[in-house]
Every structure is written in structure tokens, then in C-alpha cells.
């Protein structure tokens, strides 16, 4: 029996983070490998001196415009100007909890409505940026497969938020308002987690759809 399909949307940017937390890379194209996205999160910045988070990750958390950061050298000079020592990790994957992040511009627009204001989608930090063709919401795409390109996505979980969504993007200013709608109103979750299920690549206006 075929599969049915369901369109899901069109992928309207393609964003890579080569080092973790810093500045993201806009794509018209991207492979899409076993373990996520070409390029995508192959470094990280680790605390390697007296703090809350000696070992492991330094983060947006602890700083509001890491994002706006191209060079790791940079970021090194700023944690430093915050008392902390940094050093870059390469060579693995590191990601929070999933190899791929996906969201719908519908979702991000709920937030829109209710706050009064537009939101770019860079706080969600997506690989891809959707826009959708179907009334769903991340409960719905929980263990569907998603075709795009010709790659094929399973959908994992929803993603669960932290501060960092309430930093903007051009001035690192945080809007409290932004999480607090998002847990209260929205099960703290923005964007989906998924795994790869065949390897391939997307391109910018590619369509996504749902595997019925």
C-alpha cells in the first residue's frame, strides 16, 4: 500500500549553528546526514573554570547575545569579560536533545497574536523554518514521518523552551512575556525535534510533507 501524503508546508529558511549558542548560517541547500545537518553544531563552548557550569556547556543562558557571535574567539573575549573562562570542543554533535528542529510559522504566530508583536523565528533557533499548510500542532506530528526533499524526518517530540526565546535578536533585550505565554499557554513547547530516517537534502521552497 502507498503512502499517503499530507503537505505539511514549504521550508522557507534552512538555518546551520556550527558552534553551539553563536550565530547561525542561512542556507539555500543542506545535506542531510544520520546525525542532523551538515555543519550544524560541530562545536561548543565549555566552561573550563570556577562557575555554575564548570565542564559543561557555556550557553545563551548566561549570556544574552552569545547569538549575535560569529567567531569563537569573540565569544571567549566576552565570557571572559563576564569573569568566565571558555574553551571550543570540536568534532562531535552537540545538541540539546535532538539531531534536527523544525517549526511552523503558525505556531510562532499564536504567540504573535497574543502578545501584539512579531517575533523572528531565530529564537527558536530551527533547522527549518515552515510555512504551514496544515492546521496542526506539535502533539499532532509526534511519531509521523515527515518527506522533504528527499529526506525523510521522523518526528520525535515537541521541544521544550528556556530563556534564551525571550532574547531579541538584533539587541539581545529580553521579552519575559514570550516564555511566560509559551508555558502557560502552550505546554512550554515551540518547534519539533526530529530524527532522520533517510539521508538526502533540502532545498529552500522544498515542501514538507506528512507520511499518512
Known amino acids: 500500500m502507498e503512502s499517503r501524503l499530507t503537505d505539511l508546508g514549504e521550508i522557507v529558511n534552512i538555518w546551520t549553528y556550527p558552534v553551539k549558542s553563536l550565530h547561525r548560517i542561512e542556507h539555500e541547500a543542506v545535506a542531510v546526514q544520520e546525525d542532523g545537518l551538515a555543519g550544524d553544531r560541530r562545536a561548543?563552548?565549555?566552561?573550563?573554570?570556577?562557575?555554575?557550569?564548570?565542564?559543561?556547556?557555556?550557553?545563551?543562558?548566561?549570556?544574552?547575545?552569545?547569538?549575535?557571535?560569529?567567531?569563537?574567539?569573540?565569544?571567549?573575549?566576552?565570557a571572559a569579560s563576564r569573569g568566565v573562562a571558555v574553551e571550543?570542543?570540536?568534532?562531535e554533535r552537540y545538541f540539546d536533545a535532538g539531531a534536527v528542529s523544525l517549526i511552523l510559522d503558525r505556531w510562532i504566530a499564536q504567540v504573535e497574536a497574543?502578545?501584539?508583536?512579531?517575533?523572528?523565528?531565530?529564537?527558536?533557533?530551527?533547522?527549518?523554518y515552515v510555512r504551514s499548510a496544515a492546521a496542526v500542532e506539535e502533539s499532532d506530528l509526534v511519531g509521523k514521518s515527515i518527506a522533504v526533499g528527499n529526506v525523510v524526518l521522523r518526528v520525535v517530540?515537541?521541544?521544550?523552551?528556556?530563556?534564551?526565546?525571550?532574547?531579541?535578536?538584533?539587541?539581545?533585550?529580553?521579552?519575559?512575556?514570550?516564555?511566560?505565554?509559551?508555558?502557560?499557554?502552550?505546554?512550554?513547547?515551540?518547534?519539533?525535534?526530529?530524527?532522520v530516517e533517510r539521508t538526502g537534502e533540502v532545498r529552500r521552497g522544498d515542501v514538507a510533507r506528512i507520511l499518512e
Request: with cysteine; aromatic share 8%.
Open 44 to 78: 561548543a563552548l565549555y566552561v573550563n573554570s570556577e562557575h555554575a557550569r564548570t565542564g559543561k556547556t557555556y550557553r545563551g543562558k548566561e549570556d544574552s547575545r552569545l547569538h549575535l557571535i560569529v567567531e569563537p574567539d569573540e565569544a571567549r573575549g566576552a
Open 88 to 91: 571550543v570542543r570540536a568534532g
Open 114 to 128: 497574543a502578545l501584539g508583536k512579531r517575533l523572528d523565528p531565530l529564537r527558536w533557533r530551527p533547522n527549518f
Open 157 to 195: 517530540k515537541p521541544i521544550g523552551r528556556c530563556v534564551t526565546t525571550t532574547y531579541d535578536q538584533i539587541t539581545g533585550a529580553s521579552d519575559p512575556e514570550v516564555l511566560a505565554f509559551v508555558a502557560r499557554e502552550r505546554d512550554n513547547s515551540m518547534g519539533v525535534y526530529c530524527d
